[in-house]
């Protein structure tokens, strides 16, 4: 992150909440298993109360679990920051079913051994903490009253929830944390990133859809019209029309010249001169098997609305399959979708459930229909898998990234379907 752009984060974060930068207000909760990573505050580095070691062990999960440790100590955060939604949205789910583990390690002042956890960083970690019995009695009674809020709860003082990315594919998650965990506080996604460039900042903290000023001198941005036609041309900042879609031509790094960046954005007004814009899609998440092409926004409209049919059941996390990576495994049929969900809520699905989501897409892509109809596309496969296994695919993914939402490797794959459950 450039020195330009934290610090535009900081003033806005101080300027919306004023206690928001006390030394040692802040929470990390991020991992970075080859080496640090710089905070969004980095040039205020007191602001932190956890360990740069935390977020650099081996194991996803170990990570998540020493830095939330070490931000139970700490009951009067001001902030609490994650590199990605998915990350706060795991911390918390181990939370949920660790806690009485969590409590006795802060009641002892010590760190439990975990997988994925090396001693030697184990020893120098828990040289660090201190016996809290008070904090722990605080994190049981708490804990033992339920989940919704929780957040606001075990950090009284707490003003906001910033996050790194929350935006696209992290979306499901920010709903899901603004609904229950962090119910009652702001989540603040301060900027916007594409093919590992710094692109943009949101200004407005207090706002809950995240909109990103796009700094004309971070990198040299082309913009696309959307839908593409053979003779379309890209445009520049100062061309784009309000309310419509582009996709993100980049020239940012060495090597890399106007590379389309796979994202597509949509503006959604200026601030003075400058246009705001929300990215959408991912092109690199869409789903085909015939030439339809079904993007990521609209398939997970699609799948909310479907699950919206089923009774007591709540989104947690999805991913997509198309056939023709399971090879042999997927049968005589024709090409079709398998699509894995984790649910709340409900631990079977009858058939007629299972047809709801093809239904769905059939009713709102004529194409997909269409294919269907014809027999070129065969019925969509729904599977559904137990609680935490999106969190262990997102630690065999190997290092912190927007959440995929089409699988193109066996090996994740094979893990994925290792965890069905129905």
Not at 19 to 25: D, E, I, V
Not at 266 to 293: A, N
Not at 342 to 369: N, T
Not at 405 to 415: A, F, G, P, S, T
Request: with cysteine; charged share 20%; proline share 8%.
């Amino acid at each position: 992150i450039s020195i330009q752009g934290s610090l535009l984060y900081l003033d806005a974060l101080c300027a919306t909440f004023p206690q928001a930068l006390a030394p040692r207000g802040t929470a990390l909760l991020s991992w970075a298993p080859s080496g640090p990573r710089a905070p969004v505050g980095w040039p205020l580095p007191t602001l932190y109360c956890t360990p740069a070691e935390a977020g650099t062990v081996p194991s996803r999960a170990a990570a998540l679990w020493v830095q939330l440790l070490f931000a139970l100590r700490e009951r009067a955060l001001h902030v609490l920051e994650a590199g990605l939604a998915t990350e706060l949205h795991d911390a918390l789910a181990i939370l949920r079913t660790e806690w009485p583990a969590l409590a006795r390690d802060l009641a002892l002042g010590r760190l439990s051994p975990q997988p994925g956890l090396p001693e030697g960083a184990r020893g120098r970690l828990q040289a660090l903490l201190a016996p809290d019995a008070a904090r722990a009695a605080e994190l049981r009674a708490e804990c033992a009253c339920g989940f919704e809020g929780i957040v606001q709860r075990l950090w009284p003082q707490l003003e906001v929830v910033v996050v790194g990315m929350a935006h696209g594919a992290e979306q499901l998650y920010r709903d899901a944390l603004c609904q229950a965990d962090c119910k009652g506080l702001p989540i603040y996604c301060p900027f916007y990133w594409a093919a590992g460039a710094l692109l943009g900042v949101n200004l407005w903290p207090e706002k809950p859809a995240p909109r990103f000023l796009l700094c004309p001198d971070w990198a040299f941005c082309e913009f696309l019209p959307c839908p593409a036609k053979e003779d379309s041309q890209t445009v520049l900042l100062g061309e784009l029309w309000e309310g419509r879609e582009y996709g993100l031509v980049l020239t940012a790094r060495p090597g890399e010249y106007r590379s389309q960046a796979g994202e597509v954005l949509r503006v959604t007004g200026f601030h003075k001169q400058c246009p705001l814009v929300e990215p959408i899609r991912r092109e690199s998440q869409t789903l085909s098997v015939r030439g339809e092409s079904i993007p990521e926004d609209r398939f997970c409209r699609s799948l909310c609305r479907a699950v919206g049919m089923w009774p007591g059941a709540r989104l947690v996390d999805y991913i997509c399959v198309e056939s023709a990576l399971l090879g042999a495994f997927s049968g005589a049929c024709a090409p079709h979708y398998e699509v894995f969900v984790e649910l709340q809520g409900l631990r079977d699905l009858s058939e007629g459930q299972r047809y709801k989501l093809d239904q769905c897409l059939q009713e709102d892509f004529p194409i997909y229909k269409s294919f269907r109809f014809k027999g070129s596309i065969g019925p969509l496969r729904l599977h559904l898998v137990g609680a935490g296994a999106f969190s262990r695919l997102r630690e065999a993914l190997g290092s912190p990234c927007l959440m995929p939402r089409v699988l193109r490797e066996k090996r994740l794959l094979y893990l994925i379907q290792s965890t069905v459950i129905s």
